[in-house]
């Protein structure tokens, strides 16, 4: 399913690319400018970003395609969130080694679990989950959910981004704890100012 995406991704970006027209870069980069406005990350930051997890696609699918399939990243300032399941150590040492050569990746956060791949309704449940918990940070006004990414693996919630404050923190965890079905929270979120 990944794999469909990439290519639905990359689709997009070649069609948009080839029909640039100048009305088009400017909806397309006022559209970016607007969500980056709205993240803690600089705009060099966001495009740097983009950058490394283009690279970090196209190092995994060139590696192996079902190393591209069963792993998933998230960047944020160089930091490299890596969740998924993949069925060995060795697999999951290789996606990290692989993450690590690419220029600008400042940290992997390798939450690779390892085991049989999931099963339809354990990925139909992970995929609630992580709907779930998004609705309700885009809902909560106290919360910029736009710093978040959210991933869930086998009903462990992996939040990663930046947070306003510990508060605001507090609260993202309270409404991941209140999700039915969430065995555990697993943070990579750092505070604004703490980086």
């Not at 948009?16 to 060099?44: D, F, K, L």
């Not at 390892?114 to 998004?134: F, Q």
């Amino acid at each position: 399913m990944k794999f469909f995406g990439f290519v639905a991704v990359g689709g997009a970006l070649l069609f948009g690319a080839a029909g640039c027209t100048p009305v088009g870069m400017v909806i397309g980069g006022a559209a970016t400018a607007g969500v980056t406005a709205a993240q803690e990350r600089s705009m060099g930051n966001a495009v740097d970003d983009a950058g490394i997890k283009v690279q970090i696609l196209n190092d995994l699918l060139q590696e192996n395609e079902k190393l591209f399939a069963d792993v998933s990243t998230s960047v944020v300032e160089g930091r490299v969130l890596v969740t998924g399941e993949v069925p060995t150590h060795g697999d999951r040492e290789k996606a990290s080694e692989i993450i690590w050569k690419i220029d600008g990746v400042r940290q992997v956060l390798n939450e690779l679990q390892v085991g049989d791949r999931e099963t339809v309704s354990s990925v139909a449940s992970d995929s609630w989950i992580s709907t779930k918990l998004k609705a309700r940070l885009l809902q909560d006004l106290d919360v910029r959910h736009i710093n978040y990414s959210i991933d869930t693996v086998n009903q462990i919630v992996y939040l990663f981004g930046i947070a306003q404050d510990q508060s605001e923190l507090d609260r993202v965890f309270r409404h991941a704890k209140d999700i039915s079905g969430v065995r555990k929270i697993i943070s990579h979120v750092v505070l604004k100012g703490s980086r």
